[in-house]
């Protein structure tokens, strides 16, 4: 597998590909106060990792289209995203660990794109979760539900899809869980949404 610095690179030299069509866009949820939120492209997830399928089980069934990877998003990004935010930036969301979203993060900066919501999802000694989250305090108030959710994957899905499409400065929150960690799970996963900056 190749390093993060050469991945950069593959990424720097991808800007010479052909690109070729993109797929639509779903459309937006409506929210409980009447906005909508922004459409979601696709889900990432990974496929090793049980939080991270239970995740996806649930964007799936939001109606949000899902790609899995195994660690290694290099396919994900040379025959999917790079041709399709070549056509205009598009809002992505997953739950990976720390190497995919580090490197999507760094390629979304040049479509104008940040990550505009991202929870660490850490295992402590006492077999509890914390969640430490950051973004639109609207997104942060529907988290409050972690605190008693054994279901966290699940319930994160649907927080990822209820961003609002104006975003004021990011909040911070930090939500302790019970939780049941699988043995495949690792101590840390993330949870992000990377979309346009628009400040409300």
Same mark, same amino acid.
């Given at each position: 597998?190749?390093?993060?610095?050469?991945?950069?690179?593959?990424?720097?030299?991808?800007?010479?590909?052909?690109?070729?069509?993109?797929?639509?866009?779903?459309?937006?949820?409506?929210?409980?106060?009447?906005?909508? *939120?922004? /459409?979601?492209?696709?889900?990432?997830?990974?496929? =090793?990792?049980?939080?991270? !399928?239970?995740? #996806?089980? @649930?964007?799936?069934?939001?109606?949000?289209?899902?790609?899995?990877?195994?660690?290694?998003?290099?396919?994900?990004?040379?025959?999917?995203?790079?041709?399709?935010?070549?056509?205009?930036?598009?809002?992505?969301?997953?739950?990976?660990?720390?190497?995919?979203?580090?490197?999507?993060?760094?390629?979304?900066?040049?479509?104008?794109?940040?990550?505009?919501?991202?929870?660490?999802?850490?295992?402590?000694?006492?077999?509890?979760?914390?969640?430490?989250? *950051?973004? /639109?305090?609207?997104?942060?108030?529907?988290?409050? =539900?972690?605190?008693?959710? !054994?279901?966290? #994957?699940? @319930?994160?899905?649907?927080?990822?899809?209820?961003?609002?499409?104006?975003?004021?400065?990011?909040?911070?929150?930090?939500?302790?869980?019970?939780?049941?960690?699988?043995?495949?799970?690792?101590?840390?996963?993330?949870?992000?949404?990377?979309?346009?900056?628009?400040?409300?």
């Amino acid at each position: 597998m190749a390093s993060r610095r050469e991945f950069l690179q593959m990424g720097v030299a991808a800007l010479t590909l052909p690109i070729a069509a993109g797929g639509s866009l779903p459309s937006s949820i409506s929210l409980s106060n009447g906005e909508s *939120s922004i /459409p979601l492209y696709k889900m990432v997830f990974d496929e =090793r990792f049980a939080a991270s !399928r239970a995740f #996806a089980k @649930e964007a799936e069934r939001l109606g949000v289209p899902i790609h899995g990877i195994k660690g290694d998003m290099t396919d994900l990004w040379y025959h999917d995203l790079y041709a399709r935010w070549k056509e205009g930036p598009v809002a992505i969301a997953g739950m990976t660990a720390h190497g995919a979203i580090f490197c999507l993060e760094r390629l979304a900066w040049d479509q104008r794109m940040r990550v505009v919501f991202r929870a660490d999802h850490r295992v402590l000694p006492d077999g509890s979760i914390e969640h430490a989250l *950051s973004g /639109p305090a609207s997104m942060l108030r529907r988290a409050g =539900r972690l605190s008693s959710e !054994r279901n966290w #994957a699940e @319930e994160i899905a649907s927080i990822v899809t209820r961003c609002p499409p104006s975003r004021p400065q990011p909040s911070l929150a930090n939500v302790i869980g019970p939780t049941v960690k699988h043995a495949d799970d690792p101590d840390h996963l993330i949870s992000w949404l990377i979309a346009p900056v628009h400040r409300g």
